[in-house]
T-cell receptor
């Protein structure tokens, strides 16, 4: 029962163009969403987050959009750079589930930015 | 800044052996977590701790044990290693529980790659 789904295992984009990574969730209790980036042989690092009270959050080249009615969020990277090549994980949590705040991760999307 | 430190980075175990994966953080974080990542899968929560002396099960706790005697350390114990425990293990920490603030996030270690043969 995959509550957080990233249906695209991989994505290839030209340098300078936009990268769009998608994530769908099934649990309507989720109210906090995060994106993590992972390079090989390293741990995931936090990229950007969004609360369910917002529909957009922006941080430099990275923007996350949340569509609660569709239970869908997306990460936009503009412009894409070769250093962005990594695996991107979407994660969700429910604050209403209690203070433990277990993060549920998607399966990840491997982004390759071609020079 | 060390952050979250995991040892060892790699380990090969025989079926039935036991071992402890070490995790230490120097950020004075209250919350600590253990995740495993199988190939092509997302990270699954094994155990977590909300403070010294307090631990609880995550999604996939079977075959593992944890303890939290200090704020800094959160070791993960495998008692009878099985091939199904072949995975990459990540330890993580956070100062407060997620969701208290949209600025809160997990800090991860670099992982331990474990093979059980």
């Amino acid at each position: 029962d995959q509550q957080v789904k990233q249906n695209s295992p991989s994505l290839s984009v030209q340098e300078g163009r936009i990268s769009i990574l998608n994530c769908d969730y099934t649990n309507s209790m989720f109210d906090y969403f995060l994106w993590y980036k992972k390079y090989p042989a390293e741990g995931p690092t936090f990229l950007i987050s969004i609360s369910s009270i917002k529909d957009k959050n922006e941080d430099g080249r990275f923007t996350v959009f949340l569509n609660k009615s569709a239970k869908h969020l997306s990460l936009h990277i503009v412009p894409s750079q070769p250093g962005d090549s990594a695996v991107y994980f979407c994660a969700a949590s429910s604050f209403r589930g209690g203070a433990t705040n277990k993060l549920i991760f998607g399966t990840g999307t491997l982004l390759a930015v071609q020079p | 800044n060390a952050g979250v430190t995991q040892t060892p980075k790699f380990r090969i175990l025989k079926i039935g052996q036991s071992m402890t994966l070490q995790c230490a953080q120097d950020m004075n974080h209250n919350y600590m977590y253990w995740y495993r990542q199988d190939p092509g899968m997302g990270l699954k929560l094994i155990y977590y701790s909300v403070g010294a002396g307090i631990t609880d099960k995550g999604e996939v706790p079977n075959g593992y044990n944890v303890s939290r005697s200090t704020t800094e350390d959160f070791p993960l114990r495998l008692e009878l290693a099985a091939p199904s425990q072949t995975s990459v293990y990540f330890c993580a920490s956070s100062y407060r529980s997620l969701g208290r603030s949209t600025n809160e996030k997990l800090f991860f270690g670099s992982g331990t790659q474990l093979s059980v043969l």
